[in-house]
Structures are given as structure tokens and as C-alpha cells.
Nanobody
Framework: QVQLVESGGGLVQAGGSLRLSCAAS????????MGWYRQAPGNQRELVATITSGGSIKYLASVKGRFTISRDNAKSPVYLQMNSLKPEDTAVYYC?????????WGQGTQVTVSS
């Protein structure tokens, strides 16, 4: 079992920055992939960024160059540094982990970007 707790969401003006954090507990060393997803009202949940235990990283095309996912080691939180935020980045952001064949989700944190 893996538990995930996000923090760092909030309200920011367009062009601003936010950093999201996701702390994992439980079977942390069994985690293969961690990542961030987001869901805006009326839209499907979409993958924003992922990082594997080996350090491979993927980004949603629309956030490349603006967002950075990072994790120091298997015991540290996963961070999503979001720069040059746009109103279309407004969504609930969810931390996710894949471990032992199962998906785990955090409770979500709201990010609102005003124009």
C-alpha cells in the first residue's frame, strides 16, 4: 500500500509560478513510477509529467519547458515546479504512483491561474 499527500496548490496570476509537492508513505520502495495528472472541469484527467525510479521523465507537450518534475531519491517527495503558468493550466492536480501492479492517487490540489 502507498499513501500520497499533495500540497502546494493555490491561486496565481498568469505568468506566475507554483511548486507542488507529493509525499509518499507506506511501501515507497516498491514504487516504479510517480507522476502528476490534472483534471479541469468538463475535461478528462490527463497526464502532466512522470518520473520513473530510474529517472526517466516524460511531459505533456503543452507543459514542456515550463514544468519540471523532480525527485531526489526513493524516500523524497516528488515535486512539480510550474513556471509561466497560463489560465489553461487551471485544474485539480493529482499525484499518482504505480507500485506492485497497482495505481495509487492522492486527494488532489487545486491550481487556479487567473488572467
Amino acid at each position: 500500500q502507498v499513501q500520497l499527500v499533495e500540497s502546494g496548490g493555490g491561486l496565481v496570476q498568469a505568468g506566475g509560478s507554483l511548486r507542488l509537492s507529493c509525499a509518499a508513505s507506506g511501501s515507497m520502495f516498491s514504487i516504479n513510477v510517480m507522476g502528476w495528472y490534472r483534471q479541469a472541469p468538463g475535461n478528462q484527467r490527463e497526464l502532466v509529467a512522470t518520473i520513473t525510479s530510474g529517472g526517466s521523465i516524460k511531459y505533456l507537450a503543452s507543459v514542456k519547458g515550463r514544468f519540471t518534475i523532480s525527485r531526489d531519491n526513493a524516500k523524497s517527495p516528488v515535486y512539480l515546479q510550474m513556471n509561466s503558468l497560463k489560465p489553461e493550466d487551471t485544474a485539480v492536480y493529482y499525484c499518482a504512483a504505480y507500485a506492485n501492479g497497482e495505481d495509487y492517487w492522492g486527494q488532489g490540489t487545486q491550481v487556479t491561474v487567473s488572467s
